[in-house]
């Protein structure tokens, strides 16, 4: 694991390069929002991330999630929480309960089963979809396709707080298209919110209008098996 300086100065070296990025784009400072991705990483590393004025993080699996984030919010209530990864509807509950964002809604059962969370926990953490737009078939995410009629079902037939998008471009590819993909599909519903671009190609994805981006190795370093 990082030292405590090590992690800090990977959060400075990356809030650079965003403010760098946004500049570039000739987009306002501070309009993009990083998000630490934490899976794998012990619950040190997040307070040592916490420590260098780090609040939001993201985490794939939600058990892991519900293991580290708990005992940190009553010290830290400003500090946000992501699942990013693939949620099975047997979890939505959980990740209701814990969450602030769930940007992985890919589903039509899985819309549902969050909608009765919701009214079961009386939370409504803001949702993004998620968009497969590489059409892999090894990853989450609605088909490009299909992704118009998915969000207005999410919000429209679930009653779910959508708020914007999602999307992991092919590593083979050029990211940028994908990124723009996602930019005028958000456009088209009217959603604010772009979660797209990681540790590296996160600067393609800010000039592509990300507003979110999610940076996980480049902050804490190597992860440990999943």
Do not use: W, Y
Not at 15 to 33: L, M
Not at 99 to 105: C, S
Not at 142 to 147: I, L, M, N
Not at 167 to 193: M, Q, S, W
């Amino acid at each position: 694991m990082s030292e405590p300086s090590a992690i800090a100065a990977n959060l400075a070296t990356i809030h650079a390069r965003i403010a760098e990025a946004c500049a570039r784009a000739n987009r306002p400072p501070g309009s993009v929002t990083l998000v630490a991705v934490s899976k794998t990483n012990p619950q040190q590393a997040v307070l040592e991330a916490l420590a260098a004025g780090q609040q939001v993080f993201g985490e794939n699996r939600v058990q892991e999630a519900a293991e580290k984030f708990p005992a940190l919010r009553a010290a830290h209530p400003a500090m946000r929480l992501h699942i990013i990864g693939g949620l099975q509807t047997n979890k939505a509950r959980d990740a209701v309960r814990i969450a602030d964002v769930i940007e992985t809604i890919d589903r039509p059962k899985l819309a549902s089963a969050i909608a009765e969370a919701m009214q079961k926990e009386g939370r409504r953490p803001d949702c993004l979809v998620q968009v497969n737009t590489g059409e892999e078939p090894q990853k989450s995410g609605v088909a490009r396709h299909e992704a118009d009629a998915f969000i207005r079902a999410a919000r429209e037939e679930h009653g779910l707080p959508v708020s914007g998008l999602m999307c992991i471009p092919p590593v083979e590819d050029d990211p940028r298209p994908h990124f723009a993909f996602l930019r005028d599909l958000a456009a088209r519903h009217g959603l604010k919110v772009l979660s797209m671009g990681m540790s590296g190609d996160f600067e393609a994805a800010i000039a592509e209008g990300a507003t979110h981006v999610r940076v996980g190795s480049a902050i804490f370093g190597a992860r440990a098996p999943a």
